[in-house]
T-cell receptor, first 113, second 114 residues
């Protein structure tokens, strides 16, 4: 079955540590997205990528970094510069055509030790 | 810029009762609109989408939504709630650049009482 796989499901970060969240899709989608979800705030866009080797900042990119070396993969690194990283992180993909939905993975919950 | 409001962060209904979740949007262009459902600790699942065809859109699990341009609304309804409908629901609109970025509402948590 085609879909989006996020790993790990749960992740713990120590102070001053960078951590990387994995996102892989086999839907052959060109566009991929990272969202942060906090209670009562909906989804906020961190980064997005429309094609390989290209990505743009979203609304809350500070303290995060991404890469897009392969069409299937869009890893997100939460750096030590992100002072409040505790959240639920969702990865999504889409073919980028007008009116087409985004498809979501099952998320990674990041907590601070 | 596009925006989405969802009236009521938490809605409770009795099992078998009508479900009505409200969504209003602002958009400078003809909108594409979506409803997603999220169960605890899971990703978002598409319920239905409006893409300028029929104004009444039918989705999965018995849900439907009606696009009303004059009211800039896209409310989600289901005639009879089931316990399994308890989840968080998000309304979303596509941004100005048509298909690249979505703008999500803050979500409405639906509780279904026995």
């Amino acid at each position: 079955d085609g879909g989006i796989t996020q790993s790990p499901k749960y992740l713990f970060r120590k102070e001053g540590q960078n951590v990387t969240l994995s996102c892989e899709q086999n839907l052959n989608h060109d566009a991929m997205y990272w969202y942060r979800q906090d209670p009562g705030q909906g989804l906020r866009l961190i980064y997005y990528s429309q094609i390989v080797n290209d990505f743009q900042k979203g609304d809350i990119a500070e303290g995060y970094s991404v890469s897009r070396e392969k069409k299937e993969s869009f890893p997100l690194t939460v750096t030590s510069a992100q002072k409040n990283p505790t959240a639920f992180y969702l990865c999504a993909s889409g073919d980028g055509s007008p009116g087409q939905p985004q498809h979501f993975g099952d998320g990674t919950r990041l907590s601070i030790l | 810029a596009q925006s989405v409001t969802q009236l009521g962060s938490h809605v409770s209904v009795s099992e078998g009762a009508l479900v009505l979740l409200r969504c209003n949007y602002s958009s400078s262009v003809p909108p594409y609109l979506f409803w997603y459902v999220q169960y605890p600790n899971q990703g978002l699942q598409l319920l239905l989408k409006y893409t300028s065809a029929a104004t009444l859109v039918k989705g999965i699990n018995g849900f439907e939504a009606e696009f009303k341009k004059s009211e800039t609304s896209f409310h989600l309804t289901k005639p009879s709630a089931h316990m399994s409908d308890a989840a968080e629901y998000f309304c979303a609109v596509i941004g100005d650049n048509y298909g690249q970025n979505f703008v999500f509402g803050p979500g409405t948590r639906l509780s279904v009482l026995p």
